[in-house]
């Protein structure tokens, strides 16, 4: 009888139970690949929650405007704005005897800005101020005192302008600024001599009254008051600019009015 030394039986006792551990994993492995997922549908109940995905965050796009003074009232008090410019430095040209630049003021409201808007005028049902403006300019012409008739024509031209937000006036205003700044930079030379009157007394016109508009302009809203602060700070640096109507030369710089619109403007998109 063959006899199993205890060594050896123990070495074919591990390996049977090798051959046997290896066959269930074997099994396993079939079992694994040949076992098919689960392909009916999963019900969600009514009481689980279901993550959404996030809404996509809005960029701050600003308003798209026609450029229209008939229905754009950005444009509208903007270029109201150009024709008091002008009236107010006939009026300091006026008070100062210097009738003939005056002139040169109070002409080109009436024969270029106001025609041009004739048609805003309509479209708003508005009846403009072609009477007070003509009343001004006739009794310019004579020298005599014309405060009362140019306080008149101030108030009707006010009386036309639209009620709107703190944001719209303000982006006026920074039109306003903005051509002040070209109409300064054509009016004076890199040296500082002022070698385009008109256009330097058309410049400081047109800041005069933004400040003017600006001045009646406050809120309850901090972000609006913000903004009008930030108006007033850059208004005021930009009129510093100027050395008087009549001066041959200044020590300010274009560039300060350039930015001064710039900073207004975006002071009122962020209202927006």
Known sequence: MFKVRPGLRLGLWLGVVVIMLSGC??????????????????VISSDEKVAEAPEPIAEDIPEIRSGDPADDDVEF??????IRGHLLSFIELYRADAFEMAQTHVKHPGSELYAALIPA??????????????????????RGDVSALYAELVVAIRATAPKTSVA?????ISKMVATAAEEFDAGVSENGAIVDAHEYQDA??????AREMLASES????????????????????????????AQT??????TIY?????????????Q
């Open 121 to 142: 005028f309509e479209a708003r049902a508005s009846g403009g101020f072609a009477e007070a403006l003509n009343a001004l300019g006739d009794a310019s012409v004579q």
């Open 168 to 172: 719209v006036k303000l982006l006026a």
């Open 204 to 209: 400081f016109g047109f800041l005069s009254v």
């Open 219 to 246: 809120s309850n809203d901090i972000n609006e008051a913000e903004a009008i602060a930030v108006a007033h700070e850059q208004l005021d640096l930009s009129i510093n600019a100027f050395a008087g109507l009549l």
């Open 259 to 271: 930015t001064a619109a710039a900073q207004i403007e975006r002071a009122a998109l962020r209202l």
């Open 77 to 82: 008090i903007y270029r109201l704005g150009l």
């Open 250 to 255: 200044t020590e300010g710089q274009a560039e």
């Open 25 to 42: 994993d074997e099994k396993a492995a079939s079992e694994a690949v040949t076992e098919e997922p689960d392909a009916s549908p999963v």
